[in-house]
């Protein structure tokens, strides 16, 4: 699976931008699929994650409320929509997947990853 993600960019506190990540060379819908980020000199960290179906979604404490992560399996493509950002929020984010529907919040358990698209906040 070849996972492109797409949609940082450069943003005001406050304000909202949509990550896209899309999927080729496998069968999206028997992938879980994961958000995670990662700012400078941090480790990477769990963002959101959402089962194949999807009836489950995980949220880190930090983007609860804020972020919402979804899917179409029709378009092969994972979304995270960030609202209120911080500039906490600043970061390479990153997609991945991992076969099966269960979903799991360690960046371990995930196969295949994409690229990463930098959002940047601004205070």
């Known amino acids: 699976v070849q996972l492109q993600a797409s949609g940082g960019g450069l943003v005001q506190a406050g304000g909202f931008l949509r990550l896209s990540c899309a999927a080729s060379g496998g069968t999206f819908s028997g992938y879980s699929m994961g958000w995670f980020r990662q700012a400078p000199g941090k480790e990477r960290e769990f963002v959101a994650a959402?089962?194949?179906?999807?009836?489950?979604?995980y949220y880190a404490d930090s983007v609860k409320g804020r972020f919402t992560i979804s899917r179409d399996n029709a378009k092969n493509t994972v979304y995270l929509q960030m609202t209120s950002l911080k500039p906490e929020d600043a970061a390479v984010y990153y997609c991945?997947?991992?076969?099966?529907?269960?979903?799991?919040?360690?960046?371990?358990?995930?196969?295949?990853w994409g690229q990463g698209t930098l959002v940047t906040v601004s205070s």
């Open positions: 959402i089962s194949r179906r999807p009836d489950t979604i």
């Open positions: 991945a997947a991992k076969p099966g529907s269960i979903v799991i919040i360690t960046s371990a358990s995930y196969y295949y």
